[in-house]
């Protein structure tokens, strides 16, 4: 059997993770969704990456991509966009909406973990994007090691996840799954949220250097996201690999 047809022998999954997203496969691209907020936040991760590095001819990977919906926008942006995910479910909706989309010729969606693609081709990528991902894998380090192997010398990684601190816990579990009910019941772990400085460590660990790290905050009352200086909760990262 291939590597990509039996990722799960890879060590950095979880099998319970795969299985959420398994299941809410067919519902990705509707924007009134479960994943209503990736939609409404969409355009936000797409300003903040296309303001700091070139997107336009740029080779990029886009790690846990699912459904492809920011994969989608960074092809729309003009780069040439691997889209990689071991939930077999997500990649084949991802696949299907290229044919509505017209992007086929600028995008590859593949079955394969970072480490794994990491060994195939290393330095390989302009830029990377690992959104809304590392909470929901056992070892984010592994993830963080593999993003150095697979970016070039002087290349652009962008990644988002969720603070761990008393705030985050009542605004992304309690507020978010069990009050306003924005996201399914059991879709976080608050084990899994990073700390910032958990992160620049594990950068700093992989070579390399952080740029910019910035808040994404909700506003319940507009239903709102905006980029900002409160990293309370989600924020995105911004590193760069040494030259």
Known sequence: MSRETDPLLEANVDQAELDKFQSLAKRWWDPNSEFKPLHDINPLRIR?????????????????????I????????????????????????????????????????????????????PASYDVITCLEMLEHVPDP???????????????QIFLSTINRNPKSWLLMVVGAEYVLNML????????????????????????????DITGMTYNP???????????????VVHAQAPQ
């Not at 879709?187 to 070579?207: C, N, Q, V």
């Not at 009352?221 to 924020?235: E, P, W």
């Open 141 to 155: 380090a592994s993830t963080i090691q593999a993003l150095s192997k697979l970016i070039k010398p002087g290349g």
């Open 221 to 235: 009352v507009s239903r709102r996201y905006r980029l900002g200086q409160d990293i309370d909760v989600n924020y």
């Open 48 to 68: 903040y990456i296309s303001e700091r590095c070139q997107l336009p001819e740029a080779s990029v990977l886009d790690v846990g991509c699912g459904g492809g």
């Open 184 to 211: 399914p019941r059991g879709t976080h772990d608050y084990a899994k949220f990073i700390k910032p400085s958990e992160l620049s460590g594990m950068l700093r660990s992989a070579s390399l250097s952080v740029s």
């Open 70 to 121: 920011l994969t989608e926008a960074l092809a729309t942006a003009g780069a040439q966009v691997t889209g990689i995910d071991l939930a077999d479910k997500p990649l084949s909706v991802a696949r299907l909406h290229l044919h509505e989309s017209g992007l086929t010729e600028q995008i590859d969606y593949r079955q394969i973990s970072a480490e794994s693609l990491a060994t195939e081709c």
